[in-house]
């Protein structure tokens, strides 16, 4: 699986964006479900370790954060156009952390020029390791290729069950687990946050969203494309 070395992160941010970012006023994220890290700033994410709860959280406050304040230059999604580094690939390991928080808390100027703001003081650090918790999340390039197929047919299937047609839900729920198992993060991270992840989390438990997670997979399998 490929991967950014340090390096070569540095290298990309010195020589290819090519737009400014200094000029978008970064915009406040709601961290209250996040459990809090403390005021001195950590080298490693905290919420990589946490209880499914709290990760879950983390990802899904880092998902609105990301695409609300990193999207312009580094890609919705975390898919990189070349503007700026694709982060998806940034090791889910410590020296992975260090580089992202240094990068976070102080930004990048380059020739005068703001190319990146410190988000630092601005969003806080709850916000930064969720948004890195996303980021380091992210399927690889092409990990549902082979299973849009059958993921399409799973979301026609779960848009009947929404209207009230009949369905095994605990096996529709099995087998997108069982996909969801079988996909790679870009960064190395053990879990992917995948459309076949959310969709089989939403149909979870007692009370199945039918509805949200058919469109969780025609709105994810329509960006992967």
């Known amino acids: 699986m490929f991967r950014i070395p340090m390096a070569a992160l540095g290298l990309i941010v010195s020589t290819s964006i090519a737009h400014s970012h200094g000029d978008v006023a970064p915009q406040p994220m709601n961290t209250d479900a996040l459990p809090d890290v403390g005021e ?9 370790a946490e209880s ?17 304040n ?11 156009g070349g503007l700026a580094p694709d982060l998806r690939y940034l090791e889910a390991e ?11 808390q102080v930004g990048y100027t380059q020739n005068g020029i703001t190319k990146m703001p410190a988000f630092g003081e601005l ?3 709850k916000a930064a390791w969720a948004i890195r918790t996303y980021l380091e999340t992210r399927p690889d390039d092409g990990e ?7 993921l399409l047919q799973i979301r026609d299937e779960l848009d009947a069950m929404a209207d009230g047609a009949s369905g095994d839900a605990e096996a529709l729920q099995a087998e997108l687990e069982t996909i969801a198992n079988g996909v790679e993060t870009g960064s190395g991270a053990p879990i992917a946050d995948s459309v076949a992840f959310r969709a089989a989390y939403l149909i979870s438990g007692s009370e199945p ?6 469109e969780a997979l025609t709105v994810g399998l329509s960006a992967a494309h």
């Open 123 to 125: 969003l806080g650090q």
């Open 40 to 48: 001195e700033w950590l080298i490693e994410n905290p919420y990589r």
């Open 52 to 68: 499914d709860e709290v990760w879950k959280a983390a990802i899904e406050i880092g998902d609105s954060g990301y695409n609300q």
């Open 209 to 214: 969203n039918f509805s949200a997670a058919a």
């Open 144 to 150: 549902l290729d082979e299973a849009t197929p059958r």
């Open 94 to 104: 410590e020296y992975g952390d260090e580089w992202y928080v240094e990068r976070f």
């Open 70 to 80: 990193c999207a312009r230059c580094h890609g919705l999604g975390g898919v990189s």
